[in-house]
């Protein structure tokens, strides 16, 4: 009888240790885990957003975004230099607010400088230039019925209603 006494009371003893431990070393990793700022230098950040406006001198524009940790519209300043990379345009001269981008930048001295810009085409902006398209082309027009192989054209159409 002493013996399981003893048995449970080391068991109890090594859980509740156990126990102590695991809570200590999960509270250190979640003070020691240092919190990212927002825009840390040279390390690469990603947004997407509508452009706001646009400054072609000064070679800067702003995006407007949504914080998804706080669930709210924020704006971004983002400046271009000759390292920074267009994808669907040719210079920040041909982006128009509205626009919605997919950005690459870094934040360095202050500033957010976009290395990668991708200028995200729209729906409804590409069914616009198809149809544009296609009623230029002459395929567009088509005829509003054509003839059967056999047929002559002059046959009157059939009719499912039949009379007796």
Same mark, same amino acid.
């Given at each position: 009888?002493?013996?399981?006494? @003893?048995?449970?009371?080391?068991?109890?003893?090594?859980? %509740?240790?156990?126990?102590?431990?695991?809570?200590? #070393?999960? !509270?250190?990793?979640?003070? %020691?885990?240092?919190?990212?700022?927002?825009?840390?230098?040279? #390390? @690469?950040?990603?947004?997407? !957003?509508?452009?706001?406006?646009?400054?072609?001198? !000064?070679?800067?524009?702003?995006?407007?975004?949504?914080?998804?940790?706080?669930?709210?519209?924020?704006?971004?300043?983002?400046?271009?230099?000759?390292?920074?990379?267009?994808?669907?345009?040719?210079?920040?001269?041909?982006?128009?607010?509205?626009?919605?981008?997919?950005?690459?930048?870094?934040? *360095?001295?202050?500033?957010?400088?976009?290395? #990668?810009? #991708?200028?995200?085409?729209?729906?409804?902006?590409?069914?616009?230039?198809?149809?544009?398209?296609?009623?230029? %082309?002459?395929?567009?027009?088509?005829?509003?019925?054509?003839?059967?192989?056999? %047929?002559?054209?002059?046959? *009157?159409?059939?009719?499912?209603?039949?009379?007796?």
């Amino acid at each position: 009888m002493r013996i399981k006494i @003893t048995v449970i009371l080391v068991l109890s003893i090594l859980v %509740s240790a156990g126990l102590a431990l695991s809570e200590d #070393s999960a !509270g250190t990793q979640a003070t %020691s885990a240092p919190a990212l700022p927002e825009s840390s230098d040279s #390390s @690469t950040q990603w947004v997407w !957003g509508e452009v706001v406006n646009v400054d072609s001198l !000064g070679k800067a524009f702003t995006l407007k975004y949504l914080d998804y940790e706080t669930d709210q519209e924020k704006e971004l300043s983002l400046t271009v230099d000759d390292a920074t990379s267009y994808q669907n345009f040719k210079s920040l001269d041909d982006i128009q607010p509205k626009d919605n981008l997919s950005i690459d930048y870094i934040a *360095k001295d202050g500033k957010n400088i976009a290395k #990668s810009i #991708s200028l995200e085409k729209t729906e409804s902006a590409s069914l616009e230039n198809k149809t544009e398209t296609d009623a230029a %082309s002459p395929e567009a027009v088509q005829p509003a019925a054509t003839p059967q192989a056999g %047929s002559t054209g002059a046959e *009157k159409p059939e009719t499912s209603a039949q009379t007796n």
